[in-house]
């Protein structure tokens, strides 16, 4: 699975950090980023949940 971060979406309300912060984290300019692009079999659902939490929607997960 892959994830990243649309950085014209997102609005920094860090859920994404707070559900999966091994994979989320808040940059310099308040905005979500993602720290790796390839996610774990452990991370999947969080992941998942992540982006469904997501305001915006600025979170594209991919197989």
Do not use: H, R, W, Y
Not at 24 to 39: H, M, N, Q, R, T
């Amino acid at each position: 699975m892959k994830v990243k971060v649309n950085k014209d979406a997102c609005i920094g309300c860090g859920a994404c950090a707070a559900i999966c912060d091994t994979v989320f984290e808040i940059d310099d300019e308040g905005l979500s980023v993602a720290k790796k692009e390839e996610v774990t079999e452990e991370e999947k659902q969080a992941v998942i949940d992540s982006a469904e939490s997501c305001p915006t929607g600025a979170i594209e997960v991919t197989e």
